[in-house]
C-alpha cells in the first residue's frame, strides 16, 4: 500500500501535465488577428451612423451617411489589425493575414457591386438586407480561417440580414444599427477578452 | 472470500504504483518543466511562433521565456531564428523533429502513468 500512494500523486500530477498540455494547445489555435476593440470601436462608430442615418429625409444622403461609415469602418478595421499583428510581431501579410483578406474580399466586393447597382435603381428597401448578408459572408468565410466565434459572428449578420430582407423597409436603418453596432460590439468584446485585444 | 479478494486488491494496486513509478522515472525532464512544456506544445500546436507570442500564450515573463526557450535549443529541441522587421528585432522558434519526437514520447509515458493507476 505504502508504495501506491506516491504513485497516485504521480499519476494526478501527469493527469495535470496532460490537462495543461491540451489547454496551451487550444490557447495557441485560439489567437486570431481579427482584433475585438476593432470591432467595439467600428461598432460605436455604426451605432452614430445609424442616429445621424435616421435623421436624413432624403434616401441618397441616407446612403451617403452609410456609405462613409463604411469608410470610417474600414479605416479603423485596418488600423486595428495592423495594430494587432505588430504586438504579435507579426505581418499583416503573413499567412493568417493573407488567407482573412483572401477571404473577405470576394463577398464584400460582390457587396459593393450589388450595392451600386441597387443604388442606381433607387432600390433602398433592400440595401441593409443585402449589406448585412454579404458582409456576414465574408466573415463567415474569414472566420473558417479564425476561432470559431469569428463564423458565429458573420452567421449571426446573415441571420439579421435574411431578417431585415423580410420586414418592412423602415426598420432597415435599425437592422443596420443592430448589425454593424450591436453585433460588432458584443462580439469586439468577446474576442478582446479571450483572443488577446 | 472478503479478504482474499481485498488482498488481491492491495497487490494489483501496488504493481501498478510500481508501472506508474517506472514510467515516471523516464519522462524527459527537459519537457517537464511547465514553461518549457508549454513552449513545445504551443510549438507543436500552431508550428512557428515569435518571442512575444510565446509570452503573451504562457502569461510569463521575458527572462523565463528566454531562458527556458534556450534550454530547448540547446537541446535540439526548437530552433530559433532572429530578423529584423521594420528596423525591430524578431525572435521566431520553431519545434524541431525531435522536440515534436520529444513531446509525443513524454505524452505516450503520461499516458501510461494515468492508465496504470487507473482501474481496471
Known amino acids: ?197 | 472470500m472478503a479478504k482474499s479478494t481485498a488482498a488481491k486488491l492491495t497487490t494489483l494496486t501496488a504493481s501498478a504504483g510500481v508501472a506508474a513509478m517506472k514510467e515516471a522515472q523516464a519522462l524527459d525532464r527537459l519537457i517537464h518543466e511547465k514553461v518549457r512544456l508549454g513552449i513545445v506544445s504551443a510549438l507543436a500546436a500552431s508550428g512557428p511562433l515569435t518571442f512575444n507570442e510565446l509570452k503573451a500564450l504562457l502569461q510569463t515573463t521575458d527572462g523565463n521565456v528566454s531562458v527556458h526557450a534556450r534550454r530547448l535549443e540547446e537541446a535540439g529541441y526548437i530552433t530559433c531564428s532572429k530578423s529584423f522587421e521594420n528596423r525591430f528585432p524578431r525572435t521566431e522558434y520553431e519545434l524541431t523533429a525531435d522536440g515534436r519526437a520529444a513531446l509525443e514520447k513524454y505524452l505516450d509515458h503520461l499516458e501510461a502513468i494515468v492508465g496504470a493507476m487507473r482501474p481496471k
Not at chain 1, 500512494?5 to 490557447?27: C, F, G, N, W
Not at chain 1, 476593432?38 to 442616429?51: C, E, H, R, T, Y
Not at chain 1, 458565429?152 to 449578420?157: A, D, E, H, K, R
Open chain 1, 1 to 197: 500500500m505504502s508504495s501506491s500512494r506516491p504513485a497516485v500523486a504521480i499519476s494526478d500530477h501527469a493527469l495535470e501535465q496532460l490537462k495543461y498540455i491540451r489547454a496551451t494547445m487550444e490557447r495557441t489555435g485560439s489567437f486570431t488577428a481579427v482584433p475585438g476593440w476593432g470591432g467595439v470601436a467600428m461598432g460605436v462608430s455604426a451605432l452614430a451612423a445609424a442616429v445621424v442615418a435616421a435623421q436624413q429625409t432624403d434616401m441618397r444622403m441616407w446612403g451617403m451617411v452609410w456609405m462613409c461609415e463604411v469608410v470610417l469602418a474600414l479605416v479603423i478595421g485596418s488600423a486595428f489589425i495592423l495594430r494587432k499583428t505588430r504586438q504579435g510581431d507579426r505581418s499583416v501579410f503573413a499567412a493568417p493575414g493573407r488567407q482573412f483578406f483572401l477571404s473577405f474580399s470576394p463577398p464584400v466586393a460582390a457587396g459593393g457591386l450589388l450595392s451600386w447597382v441597387l443604388y442606381q435603381q433607387g432600390a433602398w428597401a433592400v440595401l441593409p438586407g443585402t449589406w448585412l448578408l454579404l458582409y456576414g459572408a465574408g466573415v463567415v468565410t474569414a472566420g473558417a480561417f479564425s476561432v470559431r466565434v469569428v463564423p458565429i459572428m458573420g452567421l449571426c449578420f446573415m441571420l439579421l440580414g435574411g431578417a431585415a430582407l423580410a420586414c418592412p423597409s423602415s426598420w432597415g436603418n435599425w437592422f443596420l444599427a443592430g448589425g454593424f453596432g450591436v453585433i460588432h460590439i458584443v462580439f469586439g468584446l468577446i474576442i478582446a477578452r479571450r483572443y488577446g485585444g
